[in-house]
C-alpha cells in the first residue's frame, strides 16, 4: 500500500491525514509534504496516524524532522494514533515521551 | 532482480535490489513466514517490523547512491524450532555504523529499534558484507 496524504486546516492548524505504509520507500513523500506547509507558514501541524498500517525508523525519522522544523518557528507537531502497534514503537524508541500522542482529532485540536 | 522467493524444504530465501520500493516485499514475505509459526498477530507484527527495519537499513533511503547498484539485498528465513532470519548484503558501504547510510536521521539511531525490538540480534561485518541476524522462539 503507498502513502496517502491528505491535508486540511482547521482551528489554527494544519492537519495530514496520513494512510498507508510509512517506511524507507514513502517516508520521503511525508517529509516533503511537511517541508512544503512549513515554508507556507503552517507552524501547528497535527498528523493523524489513525490509517497507518506501518511505520518504521525512516519514518521515525521524518516525524521527528518535522517537530524540529515546527518548534523552530515556535509551533508544535501533534500526533493521533490509537493503535497499539504503532504506541509500541513510539515507546520502545523513546519518543512517547518527545511527542504529545492523542486519541483523537477533537483532542489534538483542544491542545494548546 | 526485484523479489525472487525461493523455497527449499525448511527456508525461505528472498534476494532483491537495493530499490526501498522492494522492501515492503520482503514485509510481506516475512509476515508470512512468521504467521506459518502459529503464533499470534503481535508476533507476525514483529517479525515484519524488525525484518522490514533491516532491510531498510541495508538498502538506505537512496542518499548513499546505492540505489540500482548489482548488490542485491538477500533475506533467509527459516522456521524450525526458532524463526531465524539472515539479512545479507555485500558491497560498499556497509562498514560498520558511523558511515552515511547508517549515520543517525535526525536523532534516531538506525540500529535503536531493532535492539528494541528483539533480544536475539547480531550485526556482523565481514570485509565487504554485513549480516543482520535475528532469532525468535517458536513453540
Redo the contacts between chains.
Keep these: 500500500m503507498d502513502l496517502s496524504l491528505e491535508t486540511r486546516h482547521e482551528d489554527g492548524h494544519t492537519i495530514i491525514e496520513v494512510g498507508g505504509?510509512i517506511?524507507?520507500?514513502t517516508?520521503?513523500k511525508l517529509r516533503d509534504k511537511i517541508t512544503e506547509l512549513v515554508g507556507e507558514g503552517s507552524y501547528n501541524i497535527v498528523i493523524d496516524m489513525e490509517d497507518v498500517d506501518?511505520l518504521?525508523?525512516?519514518g521515525?525519522?521524518?516525524l521527528?524532522?518535522g517537530l524540529?522544523k515546527v518548534r523552530a518557528h515556535d509551533g508544535s507537531m501533534q500526533l493521533i494514533c490509537n493503535q497499539e502497534?504503532l504506541l509500541k514503537?513510539f515507546r520502545?524508541?523513546g519518543l512517547a515521551k518527545v511527542f504529545a500522542i492523542h486519541g483523537s482529532q477533537a483532542d489534538a485540536l483542544a491542545e494548546r | 532482480m526485484p523479489g525472487r522467493p525461493t523455497r527449499t524444504a525448511d527456508e525461505v530465501r528472498v534476494s532483491i535490489a537495493r530499490d526501498?520500493?522492494l522492501?515492503?516485499t520482503v514485509?510481506l514475505v516475512a509476515a508470512a513466514v512468521a504467521r506459518r509459526a502459529g503464533r499470534d498477530e503481535?508476533f507476525v507484527?514483529e517479525v515484519?517490523?524488525a525484518v522490514?527495519?533491516a532491510c531498510?537499513?541495508m538498502?538506505?533511503?537512496?542518499s548513499s547512491g546505492r540505489i540500482g547498484s548489482d548488490d542485491a539485498v538477500t533475506v533467509a528465513m527459516a522456521l524450525d524450532e526458532q524463526l531465524q532470519v539472515d539479512v545479507v548484503a555485500t558491497g560498499p558501504g556497509n562498514e560498520p555504523p558511523g558511515n552515511v547510510v547508517l549515520a543517525d536521521?535526525?536523532?534516531?539511531e538506525?540500529w535503536?529499534?531493532l535492539r528494541?525490538?528483539i533480544d536475539d540480534v547480531k550485526v556482523v561485518h565481514n570485509g565487504a558484507t554485513t549480516m543482520v541476524s535475528m532469532a525468535w522462539p517458536v513453540g
Design positions: 505504509e517506511d524507507v520507500y517516508a520521503p506501518f518504521d525508523s525512516t521515525l525519522g521524518v521527528v524532522g524540529k502497534r514503537i520502545i524508541t | 526501498p520500493a522492501v515492503r514485509r503481535e507484527e515484519r517490523l522490514g527495519e531498510a537499513l538498502v538506505g533511503d537512496g536521521v535526525n536523532g534516531i538506525p535503536a529499534l528494541a525490538l
